[in-house]
């Protein structure tokens, strides 16, 4: 490959490419070249064309936005990947996450080797078919359904906000990064997008800047035939402040000026409009839906070597372009070691704030935290699991310096108003309160954004139990990337009653219990509901669900927070050993029906063991033993009892018990009488066990 001559008719533009002005290194002139091409047709193009799988269309077409932010603007260090106060970069369209793999590796990022790039999209690689951040050190989040890493970078640029402004000082402002974000049009399309986005104007995070991708194609074709919107207008309207780069092929000059005029508007996000060609080089495909998601083919991928110049063999980088990146290890290692002084200097005077912020940095719980929650007994009053859940929630408040959240304009109805703060806005973001309005889908995603900010970030957000349908795509997402966030769903069954089937939730429960690396809790009462929250702050790499009550229940005796640990357990047994006669068993609302239900039968001579099954896969993780020692195999008659689905408590109730709950939908009358015609009675449940 031959390079322009430095006095050249290319000379010009490249030197402005690499910074404007003057004679520029051949060794920096070749590096913005090889960035270019080997992003895109090299790098890129090699790996998917080795998987015979993948995009290559963004990598190609977004080379330039990717080369301005990881070889001039950026501030991060290859080898601390994990560095507290480096900006963070997301990939929202996910699907070209061959550009965000080459960046990483030409930057000298240890979790991207070239045998990494070569095994692009097979198994046990470490470059996944869409970034993954708990495979890929680099990966700041998981992206693939699209218009969801956007909404992270909200989270992510919310958590930079809140932080900056509890602990940032007038002489040190020791929290200082941004979020620069890639989307393109099926994020903008996608709803999700729009809810994050419109938060992120009304908080004005300024730090947040998003490049949008405008190449005006999607899977199906030209975006004429279905996304026709001034995208600039809504976002504007939105509260953003908005640039538009026309030459995103080879307009670096645009780019650079487009970021610092982005970093001179400190009282909004931006969204940089960047028109590019998708599949840039290509001489045969590009600017058309065929270089969107499938490999080029070995003729395409020659015919754009020699279209762009290039003339190294597949995955080959040349030691002068190694050369150029190489400066990134040096300087990223300087960068964080300039950083740690600044918060040397800050510890010293800053005693409190800086061990407060050490263990949002770094996940540590304060010692004794559990302590801080509430205690119940059988005396204490009767309510319902949401109100002793915000009793839960101030607690731990006042206790984790990292947790933060709110609700989808039900925070008086899901009780999560934290009372010693304030609400998160524009001019006071370093309150906790967050009002997400209705924006479920939006709000899990931006909660993902903060736990994957920093370890010690523990955010909550709550809605109606059966509105969670509106965000499973975050909180799957929340699982697959180990974010734990804690969902507060209240108004967990038929239990609240008149506002009738469409708010009752009937197949939630199983639906979470069938995802993985998800905790789904339904806690009976305040003891339970404690446990329930030791339990979702304890797990930082998997979500907690907690479905709560709207009625209120008692405070049942047996129950216990180590109980709520193991998931299933005992609250009472009158058997003389540990084969009982029969078996109840039960979770939230509905354990007070089993409690009540056994003292029937004892009445009447039975032995019976009442379960609470507050959490299936935390029994699932406890040994065989135990297991047996609560469910014991020799007994058969067994009697589930749960306001919802009966699909999976056959793996429970065996072959010759009987589940007692719902298979239909609900219907709108006072709780107890829904509860009285689905049988969810004591008197049927007496009934169902003497059938047994």
């Known amino acids: 490959?031959?390079?322009?001559?430095?006095?050249?008719?290319?000379?010009?533009?490249?030197?402005?490419?690499?910074?404007?002005?003057?004679?520029?290194?051949?060794?920096?002139?070749?590096?913005?070249?090889?960035?270019?091409?080997?992003?895109?047709?090299?790098?890129?193009?090699?790996?998917?064309?080795?998987?015979?799988?993948?995009?290559?269309?963004?990598?190609?077409?977004?080379?330039?936005?990717?080369?301005?932010?990881?070889?001039?603007?950026?501030?991060?260090?290859?080898?601390?990947?994990?560095?507290?106060?480096?900006?963070?970069?997301?990939?929202?369209?996910?699907?070209?996450?061959?550009?965000?793999?080459?960046?990483l590796h030409l930057a000298g990022y240890d979790s991207v080797k070239e045998e990494d790039l070569k095994a692009f999209r097979q198994w046990g690689s470490r470059t996944p078919g869409h970034p993954e951040n708990f495979e890929t050190p680099g990966i700041e989040v998981t992206t693939g359904p699209l218009g969801q890493g956007v909404a992270n970078a909200v989270g992510l640029a919310l958590a930079e906000k809140h932080l900056a402004?509890?602990?940032?000082?007038?002489?040190?402002?020791?929290?200082?990064?941004?979020?620069?974000?890639?989307?393109?049009?099926?994020?903008?399309?996608?709803?999700?997008?729009?809810?994050?986005?419109?938060?992120?104007?009304?908080?004005?995070?300024?730090?947040?800047?998003?490049?949008?991708?405008?190449?005006?194609?999607?899977?199906?074709?030209?975006?004429?035939?279905?996304f026709t919107e001034d995208v600039t207008a809504r976002f504007e309207a939105l509260g953003w402040h908005t640039i538009w780069v026309k030459n995103g092929n080879t307009g670096y000059d645009e780019i650079r000026a487009a970021i610092k005029e982005a970093k001179a508007v400190t009282d909004k996000p931006t969204l940089i409009k960047v028109t590019t060609t998708i599949g840039y080089g290509s001489p045969n495909k590009a600017n058309s839906y065929s270089v969107h998601g499938s490999?080029?083919?070995?003729?395409?991928?020659?015919?754009?070597?020699?279209?762009?110049?290039?003339?190294?063999?597949?995955?080959?980088?040349?030691?002068?372009?190694?050369?150029?990146?190489?400066?990134?290890?040096?300087?990223?290692?300087?960068?964080?070691?300039?950083?740690?002084?600044?918060?040397?200097?800050?510890?010293?005077?800053?005693?409190?704030?800086?061990?407060?912020?050490?263990?949002?940095?770094?996940?540590?719980?304060?010692?004794?935290?559990?302590?801080?929650?509430?205690?119940?007994?059988?005396?204490?009053?009767?309510?319902?699991?949401?109100?002793?859940?915000?009793q839960c929630l101030n607690a731990l408040a006042t206790v984790l310096p990292g947790f933060i959240g709110g609700s989808a304009d039900l925070a008086s109805s899901n009780m999560t108003l934290l009372?010693?703060?304030?609400?998160?806005?524009?001019?006071?973001?370093?309150?906790?309160?967050?009002?997400?309005?209705?924006?479920?889908?939006?709000?899990?995603?931006?909660?993902?954004?903060?736990?994957?900010?920093?370890?010690?970030?523990?955010?909550?957000?709550?809605?109606?139990?059966?509105?969670?349908?509106?965000?499973?795509?975050a909180m799957r997402i929340s699982a697959l990337s180990e974010a734990g966030v804690i969902y507060v769903m209240t108004h967990d069954s038929i239990g609240l009653g008149e506002d009738g089937p469409t708010h009752q939730p009937i197949e939630h429960l199983v639906?979470?219990?069938?995802?993985?690396?998800?905790?789904?809790?339904?806690?009976?009462?305040?003891?339970?509901?404690?446990?329930?929250?030791?339990?979702?702050?304890?797990?930082?790499?998997?979500?907690?669900?907690?479905?709560?009550?709207?009625?209120?229940?008692?405070?049942?005796?047996?129950t216990s927070i180590e109980g709520?640990?193991?998931?299933?357990?005992?609250?009472?047994?009158?058997?003389?050993?540990?084969?009982?006669?029969?078996?109840?068993?039960?979770?939230?609302?509905?354990?007070e029906i089993a409690?009540?239900?056994?003292?029937?039968?004892?009445?009447?001579g039975k032995e019976v063991r009442v379960i609470s099954f507050v959490s299936w896969e935390l029994f699932e993780e406890q040994s065989e033993e135990y297991k047996e020692s609560v469910l014991p195999s020799g007994v058969e008659a067994r009697v589930s009892i749960e306001a919802g689905s009966t699909l999976g408590w056959e793996k429970y109730v065996g072959k010759k018990g009987k589940a007692i709950g719902i298979d239909r939908f609900g219907s709108s009358a006072p709780a107890g009488k829904i509860y009285k015609e689905f049988g969810l009675t004591v008197e049927n449940v007496v009934a169902s066990a003497k059938a047994l």
């Not at 339904?522 to 929250?533: L, N, W």
């Not at 609250?571 to 509905?590: H, Q, V």
């Open 564 to 591: 709520v640990e193991k998931g299933g357990y005992i609250i009472s047994d009158n058997s003389s050993g540990n084969k009982p006669d029969l078996i109840l068993m039960s979770t939230g609302s509905e354990l």
């Open 295 to 390: 490999a080029l083919g070995a003729k395409e991928v020659d015919a754009t070597r020699l279209n762009l110049g290039w003339d190294h063999e597949a995955f080959h980088v040349p030691e002068e372009v190694k050369r150029h990146w190489s400066r990134h290890v040096p300087e990223g290692a300087d960068v964080e070691t300039e950083w740690n002084a600044k918060f040397a200097e800050y510890e010293k005077k800053y005693k409190e704030e800086a061990a407060e912020l050490k263990k949002i940095i770094t996940g540590e719980l304060p010692a004794g935290w559990e302590k801080a929650l509430p205690t119940y007994t059988p005396e204490s009053p009767a309510d319902a699991t949401r109100n002793l859940s915000q």
């Open 595 to 604: 409690a009540k239900a056994a003292d029937e039968l004892r009445k009447e």
């Open 1 to 103: 490959m031959k390079l322009p001559e430095e006095e050249g008719s290319q000379s010009p533009a490249w030197a402005s490419r690499c910074g404007g002005g003057g004679a520029v290194s051949a060794a920096h002139v070749e590096a913005v070249i090889e960035v270019r091409q080997r992003a895109s047709g090299s790098l890129g193009g090699d790996a998917v064309e080795k998987a015979n799988s993948g995009h290559p269309g963004l990598p190609m077409g977004c080379a330039p936005i990717g080369h301005v932010l990881f070889d001039e603007i950026m501030r991060y260090n290859p080898k601390n990947p994990y560095w507290f106060n480096r900006d963070r970069f997301v990939l929202s369209a996910g699907h070209g996450c061959m550009l965000h793999y080459a960046l």
């Open 511 to 558: 639906s979470f219990r069938a995802m993985p690396n998800i905790l789904m809790l339904r806690p009976a009462d305040g003891t339970e509901t404690a446990g329930a929250y030791k339990v979702a702050v304890l797990n930082r790499k998997r979500p907690s669900v907690l479905a709560l009550s709207r009625q209120k229940l008692p405070q049942l005796p047996g």
């Open 165 to 226: 402004a509890r602990f940032n000082k007038p002489d040190n402002e020791v929290i200082d990064h941004y979020t620069y974000c890639i989307l393109g049009d099926g994020c903008q399309m996608e709803g999700v997008s729009n809810e994050a986005c419109s938060l992120a104007g009304h908080w004005g995070l300024g730090k947040l800047i998003a490049f949008y991708d405008d190449n005006h194609i999607s899977i199906d074709g030209d975006t004429e035939i279905a």
């Open 419 to 473: 009372k010693m703060f304030g609400n998160f806005q524009k001019e006071t973001p370093e309150e906790r309160n967050l009002r997400f309005g209705v924006r479920e889908h939006g709000m899990g995603a931006i909660c993902n954004g903060i736990a994957l900010h920093s370890p010690g970030l523990i955010p909550y957000c709550a809605t109606f139990f059966v509105f969670t349908d509106y965000m499973r795509a």
